[in-house]
């Protein structure tokens, strides 16, 4: 039995007793049989149900839509649900056909429009979840904002879940949070999940909290954003990248002697104040040419320390030769101890100048290494012939006769 309706008489109010009791007599039953036979009266409206059965009786959803047609439309929809006449109080009765067959034509309607109405609320209700699950799962990353506003779209039945993609990634509040996206597609790169986006960013602070870097370049506001990082993601820098350009400029430069600082300031005055991370840190420089300023100014600052000097050209020069810091630090100390003396030899014996750039094309194998050899081995041999093998030239640097040095 529905749990709308009673078979307690004593439950029903005066007029309902009296209409039972009268049906019961005419029947030859008691009011309680009677009650029990046709499945009770309704508590709400006082009308009598069907004894209930999932196969003939009203569910309580066509029973409310039923009963919003009035009684006749009640009786009429139980009519056709259990197949049979029934006689009601105030009701109609299954000898009509005409009457009950328009009758039901109209419940029919009124149950499609109670039913319809009901498969609407559930979906809504589904919408309603998982604009709950999403709104949650946005908000762990400080994105709520972003899914409130367009609430009324996740909400509405007719809306599809591309059109809700699409209307969520048009809100201001999608796109200020993923602002680097427009710069992607600007430059031919395809725009990036926000999962994608975000695990960037985290991949990002993770690198630069690493090496020590201050909190403020990779602290997040409120949404989660580090406007810093639109710069890395607009301009398709991997965590990888990141990592690199940081060694370079930390490692190979800030710890490095205050010489290879100097040279670089002095080499590049672009890098304003010898900010050598910021710079590195600008997606606008490519790495390759990041590299080959610093290994310009490693070169520059090995020629400094060793009391020497150079210039860019000639840096980048030997840099592009494949000369490394350390074997740069090695080559001007060579070719620091025997410069001078080299000069002064040349000069005596009116021979070429001897000269940095001599030297530095037989130390490091540069084009002419074996005719700043000959030079060398030149002025050398004519001061053994002059004072002997035991001078202080022919026993210091510019007497070492080997590949690579003096």
């Known amino acids: ?75 009429a929809a139980i009519l056709k649900k259990s197949g049979r006449s029934v006689t009601v109080a105030t009701g109609v009765t299954g000898t009509n056909t005409a009457s009950n067959n328009a009758i039901v034509a109209n419940t029919a309607d009124l149950v499609a429009a109670q039913n319809a109405k009901a498969i609407a609320d559930e979906k809504l209700a589904g919408r ?72 960037l960013e985290d991949q990002y602070q993770n690198v630069m909290r690493n090496y020590g870097l201050p909190a403020s370049y990779y602290t997040k506001d409120s949404t989660g954003k580090q406007a810093g990082f639109d710069k890395f993601i607009g301009g398709d820098v991997s965590a990888v990248e990141l990592e690199d350009r940081i060694m370079t400029a930390q490692n190979r430069v800030l710890k490095a002697n205050p010489e290879v600082g100097k040279a670089l300031k002095d080499f590049y005055p672009d890098i304003t ?59 001007y100390t060579t070719i620091g101890s025997g410069l001078e003396r080299g000069s002064q030899l040349a000069s005596i014996y009116a021979q070429d100048p001897y000269t940095q750039t001599t030297a530095e094309s037989e130390i490091f194998g540069l084009p002419g290494q074996a005719n700043a050899k000959k030079d060398r081995q030149k002025i050398t041999g004519l001061e053994k012939a002059t004072f002997g093998a035991q001078t202080g030239i022919s026993t210091g640097a510019l007497a070492r006769d080997r590949a690579g040095g003096y």
């Open 128 to 199: 309603q979840s998982a604009y709950d699950i999403l709104y949650n799962e946005f908000n762990k990353y400080g994105l709520g904002s972003l899914v409130e506003g367009v609430k009324t779209l996740i909400t509405d039945q007719s809306a599809s879940p591309s059109q809700f993609a699409i209307a969520l990634q048009n809100t201001q509040a999608y796109q200020t949070r993923f602002s680097a996206n427009k710069d992607r597609i600007s430059a031919g790169l395809t725009a990036l999940s926000p999962a994608q986006y975000i695990a």
């Open 1 to 75: 039995m529905s749990e709308n309706f009673t078979t307690n008489l004593s439950k029903l109010n005066a007029d309902s007793k009296s209409v039972i009791i009268a049906n019961a007599s005419a029947s030859g039953q008691t009011p309680e049989q009677y009650l029990a036979s046709r499945g009770g009266v309704n508590l709400v409206t006082g009308q009598y149900g069907d004894a209930y059965d999932p196969a003939t009786s009203l569910t309580d959803a066509e029973y409310l839509a039923s009963r919003a047609g009035g009684t006749d439309v009640l009786n």
């Open 273 to 331: 104040n010898g900010d050598i991370l910021a710079y590195a840190l600008n997606p606008a420089q490519a790495l390759t040419d990041i590299k080959r300023k610093v290994t310009a100014a490693e070169i520059g600052g090995a020629a400094l320390g060793a009391g020497l000097g150079t210039n860019v050209t000639r840096a980048e020069e030997l840099g592009s030769a494949g000369i490394t810091k350390l074997q740069a630090q090695q080559g």
